[in-house]
């Protein structure tokens, strides 16, 4: 069974910045296509970024320019480098790999 685990979130004000990581326990995460998700009190999850086995990265409109995702393959983790944080990126962001989600880390922006 693949387990991730998210960390890295946090408090922090708008326009600071803050990585987060997901490290998977298990080699199934070394192939394929991995993602960023989240979800605002209230809204529904939504897709943040991905990235294929082979580094390709796709954005959504909200984050694209401020947000970096990559993946360590060696320490099989992946990350989110966000940066300019805004306060509408307040949510809980969850690692995911297939059908496979990790707990969440609690993002919140504000002065």
């Known amino acids: 069974q693949v387990q991730l685990v998210e960390s890295g979130g946090g408090w922090v004000q708008p326009g600071g910045s803050l990585r987060l990581s997901c490290e998977c326990f298990?080699?199934?995460?070394?192939?394929?296509?991995m993602a960023w998700h989240r979800q605002a009190p209230g809204k529904r999850r939504e897709w943040v970024a991905s990235i294929t086995s082979g580094g390709v990265p796709n954005y959504s409109s909200a984050v694209r320019g401020r947000f970096t995702i990559s993946r360590d393959s060696a320490k099989n983790t992946m990350y989110l480098q966000m940066n300019s944080l805004k306060p509408e990126d307040t949510a809980v962001y969850y690692c995911n790999k297939g059908s496979t989600w990790g707990q969440g880390t609690q993002v919140t922006v504000s002065a």
């Open positions: 298990s080699n199934i995460c070394r192939s394929g296509i």
